[in-house]
């Protein structure tokens, strides 16, 4: 079943992206007017969501493939966008990391706005061992410091892929969850220590 509206989100740009191109304008109208139909706003889950940003309108018209000149532009602007920690710590508590990776809750009609969203991540990735039930839209995260390594910057990018994974890979499938406010600040240090703590059963 899908409850989760990172995936109702993900579907709705699968449809478009397979319309035809040639008819693009005409198809993409009367398609967009039939899926604001069948949506309607509920709690916390409102109609702005169906609207796509810069970004998304590329990748949407290119086929998730932007022409080579304009990706470097795209990520940079991307990349800008990450806000990192006043206090420079880019690593939390792994424990608490693994509790968000594991909660789906959240942006849902149903959900309490007060309460914080959940990262969701394994219903693409596989993360810690003990979790045998993951998705595979992702590439596994199981043993991440030995395929990433402990080179300095590492922190850095696993903090600003979180916060904002189309600015590695444009038209990325994953959420951009500091981005969107899915995530925030602490919440992002925890997933970093997740994945590179040592003591995470990730890298044991
Ligand atoms: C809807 C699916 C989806 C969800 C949910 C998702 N990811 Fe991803 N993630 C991907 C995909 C696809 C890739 C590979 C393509 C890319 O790099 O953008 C990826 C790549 C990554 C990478 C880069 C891996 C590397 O080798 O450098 C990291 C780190 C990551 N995800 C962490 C997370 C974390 C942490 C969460 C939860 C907060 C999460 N992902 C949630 C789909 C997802």
Not at 105 to 113: E, I
Request: positive net charge.
């Amino acid at each position: 079943m899908i409850k989760n509206i990172f995936f109702a989100a993900a579907m709705g740009t699968l449809l478009l992206t397979a319309l035809p191109a040639a008819a693009d304008g005409d198809y993409r109208a009367k398609a967009i007017a039939v899926i604001k139909k069948d949506f309607q706003p509920h709690g916390q889950a409102s109609l702005d969501r169906l609207a796509e940003d810069g970004l998304q309108a590329v990748c949407n018209r290119t086929g998730n493939k932007p022409p080579e000149y304009m990706v470097k532009q795209l990520e940079a602007d991307q990349l800008a966008d990450v806000k990192y920690p006043a206090d420079g710590k880019l690593m939390g508590d792994w424990k608490s990391g693994e509790k968000l990776a594991q909660s789906g809750r959240g942006f849902t009609w149903s959900d309490d706005p007060g309460l914080p969203v959940g990262g969701n991540c394994y219903n693409c990735h596989q993360i810690s061992p003990k979790e045998t039930s993951f998705g595979t839209i992702g590439p596994t995260l199981y043993q991440f410091l030995k395929l990433r390594g402990t080179q300095p910057d590492i922190q850095k990018y696993v903090y600003s892929k979180i916060y904002n994974a189309k600015a590695y890979n444009t038209c990325s499938d994953m959420p951009r969850f500091g981005h969107i406010g899915a995530l925030k600040e602490k919440q992002i240090k925890d997933l970093v220590a997740l994945l590179l703590d040592p003591e995470s059963p990730v890298n044991k």
